[in-house]
């Protein structure tokens, strides 16, 4: 377990790299993405202080997201330890049932509800990120997304 603090921009993880990590965040904000073959960055999941990111494909299989900083940050380094997982089960479920309900809110749900659903996910960084890269989380454009928050402003006057 080892603690360093990472400039913004500054990439922890590759896709297709070997014995990835398990990110601790203290303070600051991390992402996981990937990158299409067209070069489109797709967000998968955003980091703030207090959880954790990784990518989920055992140490001997080569990493499929790309982890970076988008703030200055504190983190702490985990090796990927399948014992210590299996100890925290409820950690783990958590984890499946948050991605479970993320993958049907993608295909079952408009903008607006998406919107609705990463402030409710995200609420203390919904300020920090560009809006484009709330876009890509949510899978829309960002003009999809800038018509989905006038929608959901509206909506909540």
Known sequence: MTEI????????????????KIYLVRSGLLR???????????????????????????????????????????????????EREKKNIAALMKRLSVLQNRILMLISTNAIERYEHFVKTYPNIVQRVPQRMI????????????????????KSK
């Open 32 to 82: 996981s993405y990937s990158i299409d073959k067209s070069g489109k960055e797709n967000i998968f999941m955003f980091a703030p202080e207090g959880w954790v990111i990784a990518d989920t494909n055992n140490a001997a299989t080569p990493s499929v997201l790309f982890i970076d900083a988008l703030e200055n940050s504190i983190i702490t380094i985990l090796p990927k330890d399948l």
């Open 5 to 20: 603090k990472v400039k913004k921009g500054e990439i922890l993880q590759k896709s297709g790299e070997l014995n990835t």
């Open 135 to 154: 876009a890509s989380y949510l899978g829309v454009t960002p003009e999809t997304l800038s018509a989905a928050k006038s929608k959901h402003f509206k």
